[in-house]
């Protein structure tokens, strides 16, 4: 069965630290990835994602992802974090074609410190 | 536009009990996804509607779980009978078709099981 994995449980980092969050997901075949954010009451919302093409994809408030089909992840990146990006963020992985069989990874909690 | 909407925000009932959510999706939005996300987990989908039709509902436990979106528009989900192991955060997403891929999500209505 498809799986999402996300490295970090947990990430506490200062203002303008540099940020990675992990993603693997374990599908062979051809795959969408996409990275969703939960901010601190409300609602998961899209922050970017990957269809085909460049596998540096740029998002919403900085964020960026880059896909390495020979390592099976999809990792989430932004050069300086800010306290408002404090949420929860969740990588997910659907097959291509069907748009369906989302699966979610467990999430990462990331808190800024000010 | 309008988000997604759904009720209640919050339930709390007693194990073997029943209990109903319901969601309105974005106008226009053919497809609907619930999903179920326990504490400390990413969202695991439930079920996939495309319009009135089922597309996906390998995830769901059948014995105890019902959804229904009769007129390809708002969908009720139905716990019958409600189980400790419920409690979660049910959630509820649209996107305007299977191959939009970006998906909105409503609030959820957290569920407690006692």
């Known amino acids: 069965a498809q799986s999402v994995s996300q490295h970090n449980h947990h990430v506490i980092l200062s203002e303008a630290a540099s940020l990675e969050l992990g993603c693997n997901y374990s599908y062979g075949g051809t795959v969408n990835l996409f990275w969703y954010v939960q901010y601190p009451g409300q609602h998961l919302q899209l922050l970017l994602k990957y269809f085909s093409g460049d596998p540096l994809v740029k998002g919403i408030k900085g964020f960026e992802a880059e896909f390495i089909k020979s390592k099976f992840s999809f990792n989430l990146r932004k050069p300086s974090v800010q306290w408002s990006d404090t949420a929860e963020y969740f990588c997910a992985v659907n097959r291509d074609n069907y748009g369906q069989n989302f699966v979610f990874g467990p999430g990462t909690r990331l808190s800024v410190l000010p | 536009e309008a988000g997604v909407a759904q009720s209640p925000r919050y339930k709390i009932i007693e194990k073997r009990q029943s209990v109903a959510f319901w969601c309105n999706p974005i106008?226009?939005?053919?497809?609907l996804y619930w999903y179920q996300q326990i504490l400390g987990q990413g969202p695991k989908l439930l079920i996939q509607?495309?319009?009135?039709?089922?597309?996906?509902d390998s995830q769901l436990p059948k014995d105890r779980f019902s959804a229904e979106r009769l007129k390809g528009v708002d969908s009720t989900l139905k716990i019958q009978p409600a189980k400790l192991e419920d409690s979660a955060v049910y959630l509820c997403?649209?996107?305007?078709?299977?191959?939009?891929?970006?998906?909105?999500f409503g609030p959820g209505t957290r569920l407690t099981v006692t």
């Open positions: 509607f495309q319009n009135n039709g089922v597309v996906d």
């Open positions: 106008s226009g939005h053919a497809t």
């Open positions: 997403a649209s996107s305007s078709g299977p191959f939009s891929y970006e998906q909105y």
